[in-house]
């Protein structure tokens, strides 16, 4: 039973460019979790979605980042035009039930470093 | 503003001590605490997880215990290890409609000497 799957591990973008961060949860979660991790930081919540929907954006800065979970395939964390703030560590996690569940697991990916040059 | 501070910010220990990291709160209304391990360039790993209503709860040599009226927890690490050495964050989850907005330390590091 694979956990949480990240790809890529490490991403490397010049200022401007793109960058594309996929998470597949674990088998059987439909809810999808992001956190980024600034250096020297504790992670800060980003973006809930669940299958086709998007929960809750409000930790997501409004411009440039966008997030989807489709019905088939991995959610996708995306920043348009990069910026040498945004080189963090992003953190995808997926729990069975929403968490609302006060003994609600939370199970993390191994994140996707991304550096911006 | 809701926030969690970890001390120390970071210790080193000897194989085979015990060691305690120290976790302030001040969410409100808060739901759960939750320790995590986070090995160097890995995403955290759930170690325990307390609601409101628990003061103490093992999982093998880690015990966290909550103090909910002080808004205190702890992590006790028996026996440490050398596999022990990670960043330990602190978690807490409010009560509401948004208890996935978890709120995060900035963690522990802690590294056990041979």
């Known amino acids: 039973n694979a956990g949480v799957m990240q790809n890529p591990r490490h991403l490397v973008r010049r200022r401007g460019q793109e960058a594309r961060l996929r998470c597949s949860p674990m088998?059987?979660?439909?809810?999808v979790y992001w956190y980024r991790q600034l250096p020297e930081e504790g992670l800060k919540f980003m973006v809930y979605l669940q299958k086709e929907n998007i929960i809750d954006e409000s930790g997501m800065p409004k411009e440039r980042f966008s997030a989807e979970f489709p019905k088939e395939g991995p959610s996708i964390l995306r920043i348009q035009q990069v910026v040498r703030g945004d080189s963090a560590a992003y953190f995808c996690?997926?729990?069975?039930?929403?968490?609302?569940?006060?003994?609600?697991?939370?199970?993390f990916g191994e994140g996707s470093r991304l550096t911006v040059l | 503003k809701n926030q969690v501070e970890q001390s120390p910010q970071s210790l080193i220990i000897l194989e085979g001590k015990n060691c305690t990291l120290q976790?302030?709160?001040?969410?409100?209304?808060?739901?759960?605490l939750r320790w995590y391990k986070q090995d160097t360039g890995r995403g955290p790993v759930s170690l325990t997880i307390m609601t409101f209503s628990e003061n103490t709860k093992s999982n093998g040599r880690y015990t966290a215990t909550l103090d909910a009226d002080t808004k205190q927890s702890s992590l006790h690490i028996t026996a440490s290890q050398l596999s022990d050495s990670a960043s330990y964050i602190c978690?807490?989850?409010?009560?509401?409609?948004?208890?996935?907005?978890?709120?995060f330390g900035k963690g522990t590091l802690l590294t056990v000497n041979p």
């Open positions: 978690v807490v989850s409010p009560r509401g409609g948004s208890n996935y907005k978890l709120t």
């Open positions: 996690a997926s729990s069975l039930w929403d968490i609302l569940d006060n003994t609600g697991e939370l199970f």
């Open positions: 976790c302030n709160y001040t969410v409100s209304p808060f739901s759960n």
């Open positions: 088998k059987g979660h439909s809810h």
